[in-house]
C-alpha cells in the first residue's frame, strides 16, 4: 500500500484560504452568512478532531460494548435531527424515528459488515463505526423525506382521507397512495445515487481508500457494496419510519388527528 | 328501538365546545331535518356520530350499542356519512362508485355489474354520464349526487346528509329528495343537515353554537 501524505497543522490552515473566499464572497455580496461559515468551520474542526481521537480510543480498546455505544449515539442524533426537522412536536415523533432507524440501520450494519465483508468479529470497529456511520448518515435523509412527504400529504390529502374513512375504509386503506409516495420519496434519492455513480461522481468513500491507497478495483468493491446497502436501509428506514408515524396520525376511533383541528 | 342516539352529547376542540347537551334520536324510517347558521356544529354532529370526531362528554348508541364499541369501520359503513364536498378519487365514475366496495369490511358485499350501476347512474339523474368517465371531471352537482349513489352501494341502515342540496339546481334537488324518500320508504333512516326541509322529517333540530335551540315549527 502507498503511503499517504501526512497533512501537516499548515497545511490544514492553507485550507482554510476557501473559507476566507467564501466569507469575502458573503460581505462583497452581502449575502449575510459570515457568523454561519464562521461556526460552520469552528464545528467541522471540532467535532472531526473529536470523532478521528475518539474513534483511535475505540479501535485501542476494542470493545464491543464501545462499538455498540457509538453506534446508538449515533442513531439518537440522527432521530433528533429527523425529529426537528419535522416540526410536529404534538406527534412526538423521536421515539417512532429512533425506533425504526435503530432496527433498520442495525440489521443492515450488521449484515453488510457481519455476512457480505465479513468481518471478525462483526463489530470490529475499523469496520463496522465506518459503514454504520454512512448508512446512518446518508438514511438519516431518506427517512426525514418519507416523512415530510407522510405529513404533507396527509395535511393536503385530508378530505379525501376524511372521505375514504367515512365509506368505511380502515386508516391503512385511506392513506394507502399516500404511504407509497412517501417511502418512494425516501428511496429515490439512493436509486438515482445508484444511477450517477462513477459516471457523475467519484463517490467520498471510494475516494477515499483510493487516496489512502488501495486498489481502486478493490476499493470499487466496497462502494458497490455501499451503494446497495444504502438503498436497503433507506427502504427498510423509510417504510419502518412511515408505518410507524402513521399509526400516531389516527385516534382510537380511527379519526385523522393530523393537523390537529381547530389548531 | 331507536337507530341512532346521542345522549348528552359534547365536542370540544382547541379548548372550545363545538358542540354541547346535544340529544339526538333516530327511529328507523324517520328523517331528522338539522338546521341553523353557519358555524353552528352541524357538520360537527354528523362527524360525531361516527366517531370521526371523538366526544367530550356523552355518548352515541348505534342499534343499541356504544359507538366506541363498534369497529369503527363497521360504524361508518352502517351510517355512512357523504360530505358537503365529496371527493373523487383520479379514477372513473365506475371505479369511484366501487372503490368502497374494496375496504375490508365491504368486500362480502355484493358488487354490481354494469347494468346496475348504469341503473343506479340513472337514480340519481346522472344517466348521461358514462362510467368510464373520469369522476375529477364532473360538476360539484354531479360529484354530490355521485357520492350518494357510492353511499347508497354500501346498502347502509342510515344515511347522514351534510348540505346534499347546496350545489343542486331545482330538478336534481328533486332528484336527490325522491331518492332520499326511497331510502327512507325502503326501511332507512336519515339525517340531513341543510337550510331547506329535505321533504317530509320526522323531527327538526336547530342548531346555534353547538346547542339544540328550542323549535319554532
Known sequence: MASVPVIAPWQLGVALVFIAGAGAASVWLKLGLGKQLLVGVVRTFLQLFLLGYALVYIFRVNSPWLVVGGFLVMVVFAARIVSGRLNAPQLRVFNPIFLSMLLSYGVISYLVVGVVVGAQPWWNPKFFLPLAGMVVGNSMNAIALALERLLGEVENRRAEIECWLMLGAEPTEATASIFAASVRAGMIPSINAMMGVGVVFIPGMMSGQILAGVDPTLAIRYQIVVMLMLVGSTTLGSTMGVWLIRRRLFGPGWQLLWPREGA | MALVKAENLGVEIGGQWILRGIELVVGKGELVWISGPSGGGKSTLLRALVRLVEPAEGRVVVLGKDARGW???????????????????????????????????????????????????????????????????????????????????????????DEPLAPLDEEATELVLKLVRDFISAGGSAVVVSHQPPGAYTTHLQLNRGRIRPQED
Do not use: I, Y
Open chain 2, 71 to 161: 369497529l369503527p369501520s363497521m360504524l361508518r359503513r352502517t351510517m355512512v356519512m357523504v360530505p358537503q364536498q365529496p371527493v373523487m378519487a383520479e379514477a372513473s365514475v365506475a371505479d369511484n362508485l366501487l372503490l368502497p366496495l374494496t375496504f375490508k369490511v365491504s368486500r362480502e358485499l355484493p358488487r354490481p355489474n354494469k347494468n346496475e350501476l348504469e341503473e343506479l347512474l340513472g337514480r340519481v339523474g346522472l344517466g348521461d354520464v358514462e362510467l368510464e368517465l373520469s369522476a375529477r371531471r364532473l360538476s360539484v352537482g354531479q360529484a354530490q349526487r355521485l357520492a350518494l349513489a357510492r353511499a347508497l352501494l354500501l346498502r347502509p341502515r342510515v344515511l347522514l346528509l
